[in-house]
DNA sequence: TTGTATGCGTTATCAG
DNA sequence: CTGATAACGCATACAA
């Protein structure tokens, strides 16, 4: 029994076929692959082709994915695993990976995969077949990848597979040195409390850079939330010879800074500057705006795709990319108290 | 020629099939299918089973879900399809559905079909097959659905379609009476410039509410963006006779509004309230904290996802269903100057 | 220029 | 309890 063709008439759906345009134009199956893969060119009359474009045209005719992607071996669909599909940032990488496959004519499949949790079920089903590559976001790929599977990482810089991520050295050193000419000397870091290279990258551009001052570092771990970060600031604001100025992984943390700062009755800049990462949206409704360090993430994510989409063509890829990044100055830093 | 296996071997890919399987447990190809499909209960001898099943383990099988969805029919994956990848509350949503997703074995593909584009190529494809169903989030479904393919939308409420939304007419109302009570008469309203079903449901909401107190609606409409709705708040606080409170669509649009009150050297709440819509993080972040309409978005998805599954399985579908919300009352909204 | 034949890896029927 | 065998719909080598 064919199962597939029954469900589907089960749902009224009376799937139309190659075969069924080659019925109607009276021509063999294979003549209207050819002709509506387009690999017919100057094999095919003319007439015929047109014949069968008409035909599939009034059919409706669609050619069915599964059998494509069994036939050739690709599915034309790259997963895309983010540790957190609510952040902004992510859905602006998403969005620029989007519009690159699309050219491309590849689908974006989403999978969220929180940080907390091993990579398990959901990437396993992409794994098996209907994704062709991965883009993995801020999260490790798995260490096992049968058949040479493509991958490529964003914002990390492992060994052994290509990657695109930000200038966040370049990223964190305009941001001590913008402090650092304001006078600032206790600058603390509100940051990742994962570890990825990302971070690290700036956590040693950020010591390095208070290393030259002859200051002491001043960090807080928090999780991506407003409270967290909350709490992270309070850390460092509540110590003894508390900091004048924080920096910040992101932009959400550094509205966990506002907050931490508001309710200690701190004003930003007058009492504590504070600089962000990623220049969100929000970052300009904050108040006062905040200073932070914009990213272009669109063209992260198409960059990224791209990269794979070579890889996954077999071409040799990049073995890594790195993405300038800009301060924007706003209101949130100022002169030391 | 296969050309898949020769692309694949040409990525240095050596797929094990159920073929391989069955040669090293020693036994029929279609023994392993039934193991491992979980379908040989009482059929196959509990030795053969545990033979195939290690054999499967030690080459890595994966079963090809290309094959397995040509055969059944089912690709076991949706599509979602959101007007803007980038918005916090469809991360949220999306979230919610991609959890649900995961546990009922499916995954989700993401399009973003910004609103000023035609629903094309992208969407095109999936619908070729890819997914055996689709959530469209704030987005017209297509009108031809060939063979009755599975939809359900998400905060609207077409004739004919599965649908799942917030009661924005219930959040609406809160923030009206809220306000009134609050002494509020001149009331404006920044509303999204598109004409979905849930914004006009808030409308008709809306200008009920001031018709009961005598009052014009002041309505402006904008795009899902800071600016541009500072720039209609603006149209609004500029004209004579001024709102004294201004409720949004969205706490995006509410951003817009912090914005433009900013510009105008209004103060929040004491010159002007805003009452936002959906309860997004940055609320609580704003300066002051916004009072809005808290919705749980990661439910929607969830139940959206549910409803199209069933869907999918041919059960008898909810017809529509409404999620309730809630009025969070901050510090945005005060009584009138 | 077109048609025939074959196989991609599964699932599912049916015979043994 | 297990093994042949036949599709699923498409792409392509090869024959005509």
Redesign the interface.
Known sequence: MQ???L??I??????VTSVDVARAAGVSQSTVSLVLSGKGQGRISARTEETVRRAAEEL?Y??????R?????????VG?VVPD????F???T??GA?EA??SA?Y??????VPLDRPLD??L???????ADGFLYFSVEPPASR?????VVVIEADPEGVPWVRLDVEAGTDAMMDHLIELGHRRIGRVGSQVQYPTFQLRDARYRAALERIGEPPRFAGSGF??DDAARAAGLLLDAGDSPTAIICDDDLLA??V??AA?SRGLRIPEDLSVVGFDDL??A????PPLTTVRAEAERLGAVAFETLAAAIA?EPAEAGQVLPVSLVVRGSTGPVP
Chains 1, 2 share one sequence.
């Open positions: 199962a597939g063709r469900a589907r089960a749902r009224g759906e009376p799937r409706g669609r050619p069915n994915a599964a059998a992607a069994l036939r050739t071996g690709a599915a034309r669909t895309f599909v609510t952040h902004p992510f859905g602006k998403m969005r989007q496959a699309w004519g689908s974006i499949a989403l999978v969220d079920a959901p396993e089903a992409l794994r098996a077949g209907p049968p058949g040479g599977e493509s939330s407003f509205g966990g506002y907050l508001r949206d929000f300009r409704v904050l108040w077999g």
